[in-house]
């Protein structure tokens, strides 16, 4: 323990105080800031490893808005982050901590192949069918996306399971039974992989201005649509009113009418929801199938990094993604066209990461402890 | 006490400022040895701000510090008390988890071989507890978080003298305590001063000061307006220093007489949050145009009922009528768009989202209530206006809507909350504590609004745990005790210890309630406390939940 506790608990506070009063302007300045910083110590790693920094530099330029297949790479990642950050968000906003974004987009993704595999034969082939199973499925994984993350809110709400921890395990569970169904009895007797039957032809999201087959602007166009109607619900609707304030100050939030359980159960359903979409985007505009779901990317937790970075605003997510989606791109260009080790690129990306989202994560943590509060 | 010693502190010319604000100007101020020195003004008048920059807490921009005669400057809290000068702050600064033992000893352990010597310390405290008929040693082996305020505000009292402290500064003391625990604490001041403690007093409070202290500073606005001795002046002058102006204690006599039941409760019980009755069958009625005060000591099972009238709580038992129609079951917000309007107990946590601007504040409550929502989508620029219109009618400062709720001082806080629970036009009101950390200039206003309210034809219950304010605004006042209503009483007719023994559980016998048409004079007088002080102090927790 400290000999001079007043002390350092006065200069923590200051700092605390200093980060929670910053104002938006401030903040963008942060994030920018310190993602240069991070980048130029990452170069510095680089470099100390025996590579050639400004190569590896170049690359990740290259690899992320270098041509039209790293741009659209940068973007198809992009829509994945946009639509998982605004899912952690969304709950983080409201005070809940939603963790488990990645076994929802599982269970959304899931649910998407599989209603439009069984829906299917009843459907005319050609354009028309294609569309309206791709909609079916897209409606599936909002369902079962949301319905995943409500037995968390629930258990939350009503029972006190803390939500951080049952949104976890819900990950595994989720990870666990789908991979199994999808290697046994999902799996085609052809398939040389683990994976579920193909979807039919015409289900899918037309790529329309890029000729990238993984990527499609309407998925892009999806999220961002996602993105303004959560902002939009966020302030400018009573049900947003409660949920914001609930996360700001649940005490004041309750005495106010808001009745907390049913907003942590709505909030959860929301934010899984949203994860859901991540799920049927992965599957419908990128895959054509489901895989094995651990060897899907880790979408849903570095969407916590992209939301924290964002400060938890849905519009912010944007921005962050976007340097999220390009770091993943150029990541795995740099992986095959340098000798820089993979292991190297992910220990930058960590060191982006720490930086963008350390200030948020404090700020949040600030608020938790009373710290730069309420003194004058 | 001789003429010749040094004053125990002296602060000359002290000047602070925190950007454009000059929160103290140039401020004298001498502590006599032995005496208790009350820092009077309203919220923001610079009190604190002078005994933080006293405490080492700030670094005055001018002015010198003088300690026994000698001119001091203090780097930290540690340097002051090393000076002999301790502070309880308002807020306890201590770790509710560990033990009072360990709370004292904290930063100064007794230490042997290298080991916390606990059995030293708990003798020193012993010592010192017996000195003064502290009540602290019972508790030395209980973590903090399980004691009630008072007890824990001791504690803070204990570390001090514990760490050498000659002179005391105790920020806002009486805040957090009951009647009956003020009275406690006044009796320790005494003690303490007998003892030859210098202790400086920071209150809003006329009548606590009157009662405690020995000379009395009065600050304005970050001026020292005089100093004077508590003897040779009165509530009224001290009112007028306080605000620069004359403060009306007179209340305005009523014109309308009460109307039709608006609120009633019928044998309502509530099983607390322990399993223990909190509420027992309680019948409450109140009319239009009237104002029901319930008296009580803290804990009394005030915060169920209160639950139950505003449907933030199902009670166990019985009904809850709004209108002559049943809403038992009907939760807080239809309750609040069928028009029974609340003030929260505790405002910084439940009245207002600290983070947020007065504008989003003014919608707290409203969010579901048109104008300001209309079918689920919020109408701003309704808020942004219903927001200036508080702070307009409520004389809210700083007159800015897009300040922060967290920067304003109490008094415009709990004058914004006023301003908006009754701004959608409620026909109940439910008040609780509606004056608690309010500065004389707002508590008038306040009160002023709640007469005019009940006027307008709102029924109004009122809980308050001061009896000058149940008095001035009250119509009739029951007693709660132990969950039930114990009695009714007549505001003007009960004197205060009359008022203190019932809050203490006692009804009155029959001669008692004679003698009171004799005394009806009383109700202008000074509270007279000696009764209360026999009231029992209920264990703590109660009240922190």
């Known amino acids: 323990m400290s000999d001079d506790p007043g002390r350092t608990r006065e200069a923590l506070d200051r700092v605390a105080a200093r980060l929670l009063d910053a104002s938006v302007y401030e903040r963008v300045g942060i994030a920018v800031g310190s993602t240069g910083l991070a980048l130029l110590i990452g170069l510095v790693v680089v470099a100390a490893a025996g590579h050639n920094p400004l190569l590896f530099a170049q690359q990740l330029v290259v690899g992320s808005v270098g041509s039209t297949g790293a741009f659209t790479r940068t973007l198809r990642f992009t829509t994945l982050f946009i639509l998982a950050g605004v899912a952690v968000a969304v709950a983080f906003r409201a005070g809940v901590f939603n963790i488990g974004v990645q076994g929802q987009l599982v269970v959304g993704g899931i649910a998407c192949v599989l209603s439009i595999l069984w829906l299917a034969p009843f459907v005319p082939n050609g354009p028309v069918g294609g569309a309206g199973l791709t909609l079916v499925g897209l409606f599936a994984a909002v369902v079962a996306g949301g319905l995943y993350a409500a037995l968390p809110g629930v258990l939350k709400a009503y029972y006190g399971a803390n939500e951080i921890i049952t949104t976890i395990m819900l990950n595994f569970i989720a990870i666990g039974i789908v991979g199994w169904a999808v290697d046994g009895p999902l799996r085609p007797d052809d398939a040389r992989s683990v994976r579920t039957e193909y979807l039919p032809e015409g289900v899918g999201l037309p790529s329309l201005v890029f000729s990238d087959p993984n990527f499609s602007i309407l998925g892009l166009g999806l999220a961002l649509a996602v993105v303004g109607v959560v902002a939009v619900g966020m302030t400018r609707t009573s049900f947003g009113y409660d949920m914001v304030t609930s996360g700001y100050q649940a005490s004041a939030a309750t005495f106010s009418g808001v009745d907390p359980q049913r907003t942590i159960v709505a909030t959860m359903t929301l934010s899984g929801m949203v994860a859901g979409l991540v799920g049927a985007v992965f599957a419908i505009m990128i895959q054509g199938y489901f895989i094995d779901p651990s060897g899907i990317g880790t979408y849903g937790f570095d969407a916590i990094a992209v939301s924290l970075l964002a400060a938890n605003n849905p519009v912010g997510v944007v921005p962050a993604s976007l340097l999220f989606g390009a770091l993943e791109s150029s990541g795995s260009h740099v992986q095959i066209h340098s000798d820089v080790p993979v292991q190297l690129i992910d220990g930058i990306v960590g060191i982006v990461v720490l930086f963008v989202a350390a200030p948020e994560l404090f700020r949040m943590l600030a608020k938790r402890t009373g710290l730069g509060g309420e003194k004058r | 006490m001789t003429a010749d010693a040094p004053p125990a502190v002296r602060l000359e010319e002290i000047t602070k400022t925190f950007g454009d604000v000059v929160a103290n100007d140039a401020v004298d101020f001498r502590l006599e040895r032995e005496s208790i020195h009350a820092l009077l003004g309203e919220n923001g008048s610079g009190k604190t701000t002078l005994m933080n920059v006293l405490y080492g807490l700030y670094e005055q921009d001018a002015g010198t510090i003088h300690v026994d005669g000698e001119p001091r400057s203090f780097d930290s809290p540690q340097d002051a008390m090393a000076a002999g000068i301790g502070m309880i702050h308002q807020h306890f600064q201590l770790v509710e988890p560990m033990t009072v033992l360990q709370n004292v000893v904290l930063g100064h352990e007794p230490i042997d071989g290298g080991l916390v010597d606990e059995d030293a310390a708990r003798e020193e405290i012993e010592a010192l507890c017996n000195r003064y008929g502290f009540d602290v040693d019972d508790h030395l082996e209980t973590p903090v978080e399980e004691l009630d305020l008072g007890t824990r505000q001791r504690v803070e009292i204990v570390k001090s003298l514990y760490r050498g402290a000659d002179t005391l500064i105790l920020d806002e003391p009486t805040a957090v305590l009951t009647p009956q625990e003020v009275e406690g604490l006044l009796d320790l001041l005494e003690e303490l001063r007998a003892s030859g403690r210098s202790l400086i007093f920071i209150s809003h409070k006329l009548e606590e000061v ?336």
């Open chain 2, 210 to 545: 009157l009662a405690a202290a020995d000379r009395i500073t009065v600050l304005r606005d970050g001026h020292a307006v005089d100093t004077v001795a508590a003897a040779d002046t009165s509530r009224q002058e001290l009112a007028r220093m306080m605000v620069g102006r004359e403060v009306s204690f007179e209340r305005p006599a009523r014109e309308a007489v009460p109307g039709e039941p608006v609120l009633e409760t019928e044998e309502l019980s509530i099983v607390g949050d322990r399993g223990l009755e909190r509420v027992s069958e309680i019948d409450l009625t109140v009319r239009a145009h009237e104002i029901l005060g319930i008296a009580g000591v803290q804990g009394n099972g005030q915060t169920e009922l209160i639950e139950a009238l505003t449907g933030h709580r199902v009670p166990d038992e019985g009904r809850v009528h709004l209108r002559g129609e049943e809403i038992t079951d009907v939760g807080r917000r239809q309750r609040l768009e069928a028009g029974i309007a609340a003030i929260p107990e505790d405002r910084n946590a439940e009245g207002l989202v600290q983070e947020y601007d007065l504008v989003k504040n003014a919608l707290l409550g409203n969010q579901t209530v048109p104008p300001y929502a209309n079918d689920g989508w919020l109408d701003w620029s309704a808020v942004e206006t219903h927001a200036e219109e508080i702070i307009e009618e409520f004389d809210v400062h700083p007159p800015d809507p897009t300040a922060r709720a967290g920067s304003l001082s109490g008094g415009n806080q709990q004058k914004f909350i006023v301003g908006r629970e009754i701004g959608h036009d409620p026909d109940v009101l439910i008040a609780a504590h509606p004056t608690r950390g309010v500065d004389v200039g707002s508590l008038e206003f306040i009160h002023d609004r709640l007469l005019e309210l009940r006027e307008e034809g709102l029924g109004i219950v009122l809980i308050s745990s001061k009896l000058d304010e149940l008095r001035a605004l009250a119509d009739r006042i029951v007693v709660m005790y132990e969950g039930a209503f114990i009695d009714e009483v007549d505001p003007i007719e009960t004197s205060d210890a009359e008022l203190g023994l019932l809050m203490a559980g006692q009804r009155l016998e029959e001669e008692a309630e004679r003698e009171t048409g004799d005394r009806s004079t009383l109700g202008e007088t000074r509270p007279e406390p000696d009764a209360e002080a026999t009231v029992d102090r209920r264990s703590g927790g109660d009240r922190e939940r």
